[in-house]
């Protein structure tokens, strides 16, 4: 059975946040989220602030071509696509990733800040659609399939990975209606 496209409140959520598996493994990626892509993570605007409010947390575990970078150009910029997200280091490592045991983290998140939505609900990706709602979909990035893996091994799917940055995002209420809406789906299934 095909699962189609849900609306749940005012999100479009597409069938692969139910049917896909993932589970970080932090142990065979290395954090290669952080170090690699073409631009930083995407930011919303409200983000920004909070960025800059930790910066003096921060700034003596990242690296000093980071703190160059921040200090010259700031937290985030616009990129080729233009999108709001954080500044990048040599055209790869997040302005905020540090490195602890060969391994690249969030300086943000070590330190106890609120890292970008974008990067808590990873590998979900959302879009502002042009009927005024968000739109989520799973985003297929070859240094996650060891979390796709582990995610299939553990049977963890992606909504249930992700269920505090979900909740952070959208709410409990939403969160509880889209864990309904996945139970009625896997009923259709069986």
């Not at 269920?163 to 996945?182: H, K």
Request: with cysteine.
């Amino acid at each position: 059975m095909v699962i189609p496209m849900v609306q749940v409140g005012e999100v479009i959520v597409s069938p692969d946040v139910f049917t896909e598996y993932f589970c970080c493994d932090l142990d065979a990626c290395r954090g290669a989220c952080c170090v690699e892509g073409e631009s930083g993570a995407p930011l919303r605007e409200e983000e920004i602030e909070g960025l800059e409010e930790a910066l003096d947390d921060v700034t003596p575990l990242i690296a000093p071509q980071a703190r160059t970078i921040i200090v010259d150009h700031g937290v985030a910029t616009i990129d080729g696509d233009g999108d709001l997200v954080t500044n990048i280091v040599a055209g790869k490592d997040c302005v905020f990733t540090c490195k602890e045991g060969g391994c690249a983290l969030c300086a943000l998140e070590k330190l106890g800040h609120t890292k970008p939505i974008s990067c808590a609900l990873y590998p979900i990706r959302e879009k502002r659609l042009s009927n005024g709602l968000t739109g989520i979909n799973v985003h297929r990035w070859s240094v996650c399939e060891p979390a796709r893996k582990k995610g299939r091994e553990e049977g963890v799917r992606v909504f249930e990975f992700l269920r505090a940055p979900l909740i952070r995002r959208f709410g409990s209420a939403w969160y509880d209606e889209l864990c309904l809406v996945a139970r009625e789906l896997s009923q259709l299934k069986d």
